[in-house]
């Protein structure tokens, strides 16, 4: 460890030049010097001796325009080793200089001419294929040389990296110490010495008065900006209505699986319930693309990733005052397709859109009708066709049906494979901005889709209570009947 002598402490701002031992006897001979910056570092050294020398010994700085700055961002490496080899992708980028780089914006005229640069320079390459951030950049060094030897270059170590970006962001590397303990260099030597240094913010903290000033400033100009990107971005956004919901569906679907046939594709369509509408422009069907299957463990899967959107609007009216509101359903139904232009329905499903935002992975599984008799699967095999549906919507509860009770006695299915959705729901609602107070004094959108998700609810608490009972009755059943009566006659 250097004895306490050895010890030198020093105040640094940003970008202030401290020389080396080196650079002084390097820079105090007029004719080392060749380019405008060592000629003016010839000046600033003379009036440094003139002055009675430089107070600074072992501490000194490389600002962003010394020779050091550019030699140590193109030679940096990943690790510490001594074999390694630079990659071809970091020779590449250690030719792109990301440190004051000036980008001159391009006009709006120019864009539109040329959109596609077809014989593009090497210089146009380096400048748009690089992530190129200015960054202002200042070394603090240490020379670490034994006692009445410094200005070598070997014993020349970085104590701290300051790096300033265009956006303002300033980082420091290694952090400031703080109460952290000293960080230690090791030095490959015959006395192995151990050099122990500190980094602290000597920064003036600003006055009370000061900071709110400079907060009334940084409020000033966020509001600057706030109308700026307003006035590029517009403001011709549709708004809703109090008591309209809008509801944006980005849906995709991913797959399907475990159906008899390849070369599937799904035919869906959307059903508004009454006060549901969608814009004259949204289309409520679509059809999928003929997927061939690939077998993934048992099943035969066909991946579609077919997305789709749907945009839809809830009004409240008064007849839905005591009454919960409907949901949109997505009906759907899957078919195969064989090389001779044969199709056949391999199943019919629908699926009720989330009443809640967010992100939704709905597995549904589908059936198909079936007759009686051999002589239907004979001509479902070898000419195609099959049993169909005349409403898709009797897959669920048919929209034309104005009963109270549905039979389907006598209607026989078939259990098919499944198909997986992947839903993105979005809800935009002025009662979204209302308050508590005025939310509990009248019945909103919003709690009427609470209403719906609380119904969702009992019902999944109905189901429980229904499996937890069978259970309960599946446990008695089998149970031995002497223990069941002699429990019974104690009780």
């Not at 440094?48 to 030679?75: M, P, Q, S, V, W």
């Not at 030095?187 to 709110?212: C, F, H, M």
């Not at 479902?380 to 509860?397: H, V």
């Amino acid at each position: 460890r250097p004895p306490e002598e050895e010890a030198e402490e020093a105040e640094v701002g940003w970008q202030e030049k401290l020389f080396s031992q080196f650079e002084v006897e390097l820079y105090r001979n007029e004719s080392a010097c060749q380019t405008p910056l060592d000629r003016q570092y010839h000046q600033e050294i003379l009036k440094l001796e003139k002055a009675g020398g430089r107070k600074n010994y072992r501490i000194f700085t490389y600002t962003d325009h010394d020779r050091f700055t550019n030699l140590e961002e193109h030679c940096q490496k990943l690790t510490d080793s001594v074999h390694e080899v630079p990659s071809y992708l970091a020779e590449r980028m250690a030719t792109v200089r990301r440190r004051r780089q000036d980008r001159r914006p391009i006009e709006a005229s120019s864009l539109k001419s040329k959109i596609i640069t077809w014989e593009p320079s090497e210089e146009f390459i380096k400048n748009n294929h690089v992530i190129n951030t200015p960054v202002r950049t200042m070394y603090i060094m240490g020379d670490l040389g034994p006692y009445g030897k410094c200005g070598n270059r070997e014993y020349e170590h970085v104590l701290c990296t300051i790096k300033v970006d265009s956006n303002g962001v300033i980082t420091v590397k290694p952090d400031f110490t703080n109460a952290k303990e000293a960080y230690r260099i090791k030095l490959d030597g015959e006395k192995r010495e151990v050099w122990k240094y500190t980094i602290e913010n000597a920064s003036v903290q600003l006055q009370p008065e000061e900071e709110e000033r400079e907060q009334c400033v940084f409020q000033d100009l966020y509001s600057r900006h706030k109308e700026y990107l307003s006035g590029l971005v517009g403001s011709e956004f549709e708004t809703t209505l109090p008591g309209t919901l809008r509801l944006f569906v980005n849906g995709e679907i991913v797959s399907a699986q475990g159906y008899e046939y390849d070369n599937l594709y799904v035919h869906f369509f959307l059903e508004l319930p009454n006060q549901w509408s969608s814009p004259t422009f949204q289309q409520l069907s679509g059809v999928t693309q003929t997927c061939a299957t690939k077998t993934v463990g048992w099943d035969n899967v066909a991946h579609f990733c077919y997305p789709f959107t749907l945009e839809m609007f809830f009004t409240q009216g008064d007849e839905s005052e005591d009454s919960l509101p409907q949901w949109p359903v997505l009906y759907f139904e899957v078919l195969s397709l064989d090389f001779w232009q044969r199709y056949r329905v391999e199943g019919y499903g629908s699926l009720v859109l989330p009443a809640s935002p967010g992100l939704h992975m709905l597995t549904i599984p589908t059936w198909r009708p079936v007759e009686l008799g051999t002589v239907a699967e004979l001509r479902r095999f070898f000419i195609g066709g099959s049993p169909e549906l005349e409403d898709i919507t009797y897959a669920r509860i048919p929209s034309t049906f104005k009963g109270q009770r549905l039979s389907r006695f006598g209607f026989r299915t078939e259990t098919t494979g499944s198909v997986t959705f992947r839903l993105y729901c979005l809800q935009q609602s002025k009662a979204f901005l209302e308050t508590s107070a005025l939310r509990q004094r009248m019945q909103s959108v919003l709690d009427r889709l609470g209403g719906f998700s609380q119904q969702s609810s009992v019902y999944n608490v109905l189901e429980a209570f229904q499996r937890a009972r069978r259970r309960m009755q599946e446990a008695r059943e089998s149970l031995p009947q002497d223990l069941i009566s002699t429990s019974a006659s104690t009780v």
